[in-house]
Every structure is written in C-alpha cells, then in structure tokens.
C-alpha cells in the first residue's frame, strides 16, 4: 500500500496529466475549427460558382439576344439578299451604324458580321475591334466565310434559332484585336418574310473579357477555371495551360483534377475539394467545379466551371484562434511548470541521490550516502541498489579480465603469441599513411620455414609447435625495436620494418634472420634444422596498399624457394630476371626463325 506522502505526490502528477488533456483539447477545438471553416469555404466556393455561371448563362442568352436583334431588323434580310458589301445597297449604311452602335455598348465584342449565304458566305458588312477603337472592315478587306462552321451550321437551322460555337481560339487572319484570343461566337439565320434564309449575323465575344466583367463583385484571391464538354482546360491561373488543343497537345481537367472525372464521365453537377482532407489533389486551395450546360442550343453540350482559394486564406481566422489557443497552454504550462517544481523536489530529491550513485558508480572516490533508513518504495529500492552495486562490482572485475584477454587473443597468434594477420595488416596500413615517398621507407619480409612439415611429421605436432614458440623468439631477437613480426598461420611469418633509409638496410636484416633460422633448434634434446626462404617487398615501389605488399613479398618468397641457389629475393630482383628471361626467350625465337629460313633456302637451291 502507498504512504500519504507519495500519494500526494502522484496526485500532482496526475494534475499535470489535466493540463495535457487541456491541450489536447484546445488542439481538438483548433483542428475542429479549421475544418469547419473549410467546409464553409467549400459552401462559399460553390455558390460562387453557381452565381458565376448562371452569370455566364445569362451573358451568353443576352448576346444570343442581341444576334437576334440584329438579324430581325428590316433592313437586315433585304441587305443580306441584295447587299454585296460595296455600299450600292442604300440600306446598308443605315444598317451598318446599327451594327456599330452595338460595338461601341458592348465592350467584350470582338467582331459583328452579316454574312450572306450566297457569294461563297461573302461578308457585306463587318465591325472589328482594334484595341479601344471600333474599325469597320470594307470593300476588298471583307472576306468569303462559306467553309466556316459557324456559316453554313447557322443556314441550317431554322429562323431564330441560335448557332453557339466551342470556344476555341481565332486564327483567322486579319481579324484586328480577335486575332489570336479565345472566342465564342454566336449566330443565327437571316431570313426573308416568306421564310427563306439570306444570310446569317454573327457576333464574336471575346471570353476573357466576358469572365472579367462577370467576376466584378467575387473577390480578388479567388481563381477560375473553364472546361468544354471534353475537358480541355479554356482557362486557367496559369496561361500556359489553356487551350492545349491548338497547341497540339491536349491539357484535361480531368488530368489535373482527378476529382473533376465524375463531372465529365458520371454527369455529376457539383464537385468540392481542400488540401486540408485531400492534399494529394487539391494541393493548398480549396476548389469547387459545377457542370453547366453551355449556351442556349439544344443539345447535351456543357461546360465545367471552377473556382479556387489558398487554403492559407481560408484559414486566416483560424490562425488567430491557435494564437489565443496558444496562449492559454503556455500560461497553464507555466503554472503547471511551477507546480511540478515545487512538488519534484520532495519527489525526485532521494531519486537523484540514487542517480548520482549510480553515475559513480565505477568511481574510486567516495560513493553517496543512499536513503538506506526510509520505510518507503524509495528505501526498499537504495537498500535493493546497493546489494546489486555490490554484486555487479564483483561481476565487472571478471568481466574486465575476460575482456582484455578476448582482445588479446582476437588480435594475436594464441601458440607463439605473435599478432596475428589482422593485427599486422592493421599495424601495416597504418604504417604506409605515415610514410612518405622521400623520407625513410618501409619494408615487408615473407618468412617461410623450409623444412618445418618434414619436422612435423617425423617428430609430432608437439615438437613442431615448440618449433614454432622457438621460431617465434630468434625472429624477435634478431629484429630492431621498431620492427613487428606476425605469423600469418602454418609456418608462415611476416615482418614489417619501417625507417630503412636504404635497400642494403633490408638486404642486411633479411641475411640476419637467414643466419638465426639456419641455426639449430633444439627441442627434447633432439637437434633439428629448420631454415627459411625469404620474400622482400618495399613500399611504394612493390605496392601502394597493405594487400599489394603482401602479395608481392609472398610471390619473392615462392621465387626464392624455388631456386636452391637463392637465400633471399627482392621482389624487384624478382621482375628483373623475368624481363631478362622473357629477352633471352625471345633473342632464341628469332635464331630459331633465322636457321629455320637457311634451310629452307638450301632445299630449294638443290632442287633447282
């Protein structure tokens, strides 16, 4: 059962578990108002771009309207009919100033026309806008428009129906400041009192300037996007995106808005997404895309029409509630701060007197005094603490000692006590960094014992490793301070001498070594003659790494065995005579070819 006094102590901490459950709870309030404001920007968003499009709507019924106008004006079918665009018909002016009159009230008109149907859809009269100015094309500068679609899909439709076209970008040259922009044009039949059509009337809007007057009163951080029924994007934040189709590539809605797909694919009227639940698609904005039918024609066409806000925007307010949320956590942080440290001190003062023993615990100087005399958890634990330091003090000491033998035998022989190939190797490398090309260098000796196995199998394996320990010792004797002797396993030894300042330096030691295992070895009083052939590789010249050298005084050593004649051999002596005998080798090849030419030049003589 727990004292009072650690109770209390635990109902502190259990306080300041309250304080982070306040957090908790004001992040939740803070998450939970980012997603409402979210959700309300989505609201907003969508009718936003309802209002839009059924602004859009209305403009494009109000131009469909204005075709109309102009195509049942009574001058109309009778200039369509007898007009030919050079100003014979006294009508035409009349008609002409009407035309203009629209130009100059309608700033996103691009272009009106009538276009008779005869004549190859010759244009008769035709207004342009050239930057701020209305400029009425005449004469030979008006153009036949029979092959366009927007002529002779318009003659066939019955009188005060309206042809809408896609919108697309016009490429028809010398058409003034609607050269090049997006376009949607609307047309209609003109036709006569008894109902035959004589021409059509065609206005050209242009949609930029359209969208602009539409998005008057939608505030400024807002974005739109214009999709047609196939989904190439007609408008966007980004220009280079739009109209993909006339620059041979097709850019889709649906490509860069997955979530869009439905709209065109499912003819689902709406669709809303944010970065804040959908990150991977709506990337920092909040989006919202209706599908609207397009224009006033019958038919299935539509367009997709979307409007987009930073997300950063839509959670200003938010921000200000994390301010104040902030706040208020910091300030019970603080008090909760205070709390903690004035009841921690009672807590944690018997628990860093144990911590500090424990820290000191491998110290020689003197340990601290544990709370050995309380009766609560923290005395049973100092007295449980120091049983076991007692007992780990013991283990340790055993530990130590075992430890340094497993490195000991880790990095050395464990017959001759000699280092091992590691050891060497290591001892090697290290050597070769310190050494330079001018200044003294270093040297590596392939000690191979001659008649070591003969040994072994004549008088035993206990003979033959007091053989080895025997070995192992006159190397030792015989080489300077500075040098290491290793055995590399089996009868094999190798030495690494640094600071040689020449190669008779080398050359000298080697013949010491020679004459020390030349010498009897005398074990149970037999007396047995061991000898060695020695390999001698130099730094750098043998071989810039620890495996290069080694490799090359193992290949002199095998050199020297091979020739009784050879006590010793350097591995450069060892590459002279190899060239020498290749040059003999091929100084014999060519008496060869010269003898073997002789005589084949005696025999044909004696033929002939």
Known sequence: MLRPGLTFKLTVLLASIGILASGLTGYSTYRANRTMLVQQAERNLLTSTQVLSERLSTEIADSAADVLVLANLPLTPQVARDGDGTGAN???????QTFSGFMKFH?????????????????????????DQTVRVQGSALQEKGVFPYVFDTLTLPPGHIYVSPITVNHELGAHSAEGRPTLRLATPVATADGSVVGVVVI???????LKFLQVDIPGNYQVYLANEWGDLLIDPDP???????KGRRILMQDSFAATRPLFEKGAPNVVL???DQPQQAADHVYAFIRRPFGVSEGNRFVVLGLSVPLQDVLVDAKLLGSSIVRMVLIFSVLAIVLAIAFARALTQPLQILAQAAMQFFSDGPQPRLPLGRTDEIGILARCFERMRGEIKVQMATLYDKQDELVHLASHDTLTNLPNRKLFMERLDAAIGETTVDGPQLAVLFVDLDRFKLINDQFGHAVGDAVLVAVARRLQHVLRSGDLVARLGGDEFIVLMKGLQSNEAVLGIAAKIKRALDEDIVVNDQHMKVGASIGISQYPQDGTCAEALLSSADAAMYAAKSDSHVVFLRY???LESQRLRSMLSKVN???????GDTEHAGGEVGGA
């Open 90 to 96: 006294p009508g035409i002016e009349q008609l002409a």
């Open 240 to 246: 280079t995106q739009t109209f993909g189709f006339d």
């Open 107 to 131: 700033p996103e008109y691009l272009q009106i026309r009538l276009i008779a149907k005869d004549n190859y859809g010759v244009e008769l009269i035709r207004y342009d806008r050239a930057g």
């Open 204 to 210: 050209d809007v242009d949609l930029a300037s359209l």
């Open 274 to 276: 944010n970065g804040f």
């Open 572 to 574: 450069q002596d060892l």
């Open 589 to 595: 090849e060519l008496e060869r070819d010269k003898s």
